[in-house]
């Protein structure tokens, strides 16, 4: 009898330090993957500049354009706190979504060897940030969702993990463009 | 896997039990031949095992990259794309100068991993297509494929060892005494089973790599969010097939489409597809488009139509 009391305390005791663990090493790992976003957000920041510099001279006629990308960029660098990050960098994502899209229209700013470097360098870090965030987002659904369920939600309550927050896309990314195909009479 | 280490268990038992009395009072306590053949598979794989990935490596004439070509850039920019989306250190990359497109992934842990590419596939795809690719091989290394796969070829490798006792044995006199004294209908399935057991060890063998295959294009369609890229690179190589001749049968496993195939005449259900190291490309191709919510891409050939 003693015997089955203590296994099962055993038992117990190896499944908090578990999930205790498994819950620490998320927290950490979310962390990190946060740092790995900032990083790419930086190097995004030293990008904007060379490209703006190196395009105004083609694009004579997009001077607003560019201005939006150098105050997007600006407002994104003061940003605080996962969620307004999360908007300021949507808006900077989206006003250099405009750019490349006008660079289409100029063959010699395509042509140009400087550009096309930089602008390989700018997709690269779009996509490393974009990864960045989905790899952060997937940790933090697997750390809130492991906070939620039962029985490792007892825990959570006990030790006093908090959920994390998600790097959210705005709405006006997320909105998928609608294409009207129907006939008009 | 289970399956393949109970199979070599049993394999080795059988061989003991008709060669060396072992399980019965006369014999010796221990199941020697398995013991033996697991001993030295173990040690020749690895050795294999730990210089493995530079070995591979340099036998298939793989080169670091040179940063200054856009391409290597490009590719180096891949990499590091996928290895944020895997949560995965930066791997080593390599390219082989080679037309046939082709990649591989190599390296039983995080810190000597390595991703290779042929000059051939960096031509041929393009960004979308080339980040799928990538995203498999880094799955690879992700799921610890060469790590399992580096176990099987253990196992093989020591039921090759004991199938050649087992059959090198029978014929000997000595041997043919021991098996006097046992019951016939035990002996000859068992003698067959030791004569056949290299086939059927060499086809779970390949039904474990074709299963990680699928795993490592799912996985990859995990990572880029967008698994048409990759079934569009699969559509790629497929019509630009040709066989990568530095490969060889041990190497096999790690590539993206199985290099060791010449034609482009791969069909579901064919026996010959139970010894290819590889699912068959078209059903590679068919569920990488389902996972991406489009049924079969309409025109069977190098154009696809992206139909939703």
Redesign the interface.
């Known amino acids: 009898m003693i015997f089955v009391i203590w296994a099962i305390i055993f038992v117990l005791g190896i499944w908090v330090i578990s999930t205790y663990n498994g819950l620490t090493a998320l927290r950490l790992?979310i962390q990190n993957?946060w740092r790995?976003i900032d990083v790419?957000l930086k190097r995004r920041y030293d990008l904007i500049p060379n490209l703006v510099e190196t395009v105004k001279g083609y694009m004579q006629y997009e001077q607003d354009t560019l201005q939006k990308v150098i105050d997007a960029r600006s407002q994104a660098m003061a940003a605080k706190g996962v969620k307004e990050s999360a908007e300021a960098q949507t808006a900077l994502t989206q006003s250099l979504g405009k750019v490349f899209a006008l660079m289409e229209n100029y063959p010699e700013l395509k042509a140009s060897k400087n550009v096309?470097?930089l602008q390989?360098?700018l997709?690269?870090t779009e996509?490393?940030i974009a990864?960045?965030r989905?790899?952060y987002n997937d940790?933090v659904t697997q750390y809130n969702t492991k906070q939620q369920v039962f029985p490792s939600n007892m825990l959570a309550g006990l030790f006093g993990f908090k959920p994390s927050e998600f790097f959210e896309v705005a709405e006006a990314e997320k909105a998928l463009p609608r294409v009207n195909l129907s006939l008009t009479r | 896997m289970g399956v393949f280490i109970v199979f070599f268990l049993f394999i080795g038992a059988a061989i003991d039990f008709l060669h060396f009395d072992a399980f019965t009072r006369a014999g010796p306590a221990l199941p020697v031949a398995t013991l033996f053949a697991l001993g030295f598979a173990v040690v020749t794989t690895l050795t294999a095992y730990y210089g493995g990935s530079d070995m591979i490596l340099s036998s298939l004439g793989a080169e670091k990259l040179n940063l200054q070509i856009?391409e290597h850039?490009?590719l180096h920019?891949?990499v590091?794309?996928?290895a944020?989306?895997?949560?995965s250190p930066m791997p080593r990359i390599f390219v082989i100068f080679d037309p046939a497109p082709n990649a591989l992934a190599t390296g039983t842990n995080e810190k000597n991993a390595a991703v290779c590419v042929t000059t051939g596939l960096l031509t041929l795809l393009d960004?979308e297509e080339t980040?799928g690719v990538i995203a498999h091989e880094i799955s690879h290394i992700r799921n610890d494929d060469v790590l399992l796969m580096t176990l099987v070829s253990i196992l093989l490798g020591g039921i090759a060892i004991l199938a050649d006792w087992g059959q090198r044995g029978f014929y000997g006199s000595r041997s043919g005494r021991r098996l006097a004294g046992k019951n016939i209908l035990l002996i000859i399935p068992l003698l067959i089973l030791i004569a056949l057991s290299p086939l059927i060890a060499r086809l779970l063998a390949m039904a474990v790599s074709r299963q990680r295959e699928y795993l490592a294009d799912a996985t990859a369609a995990q990572?880029t969010?967008n698994p048409s890229g990759l079934a569009r690179a699969l559509e790629k190589i497929r019509d630009a097939a040709m066989p990568f001749h530095k490969a060889t049968r041990g190497t096999a496993h790690l590539f993206l489409i199985n290099p060791l195939r010449r034609g482009v005449d791969e069909r579901d259900g064919k026996i010959a597809d139970w010894l290819a190291s590889h699912p068959p490309i078209e059903r590679r191709i068919l569920l990488l488009y389902r996972m991406a919510g489009m049924s079969q891409p309409l025109v069977q050939g190098s154009k696809v139509q992206m139909v939703q």
């Open positions: 790992r993957a790995q790419q096309s470097d390989e360098e997709t690269t996509n490393q990864f960045a989905q790899y940790l | 856009p850039r490009e920019n891949i590091t794309e996928m944020l989306a895997s949560g960004r980040q990572y969010r």
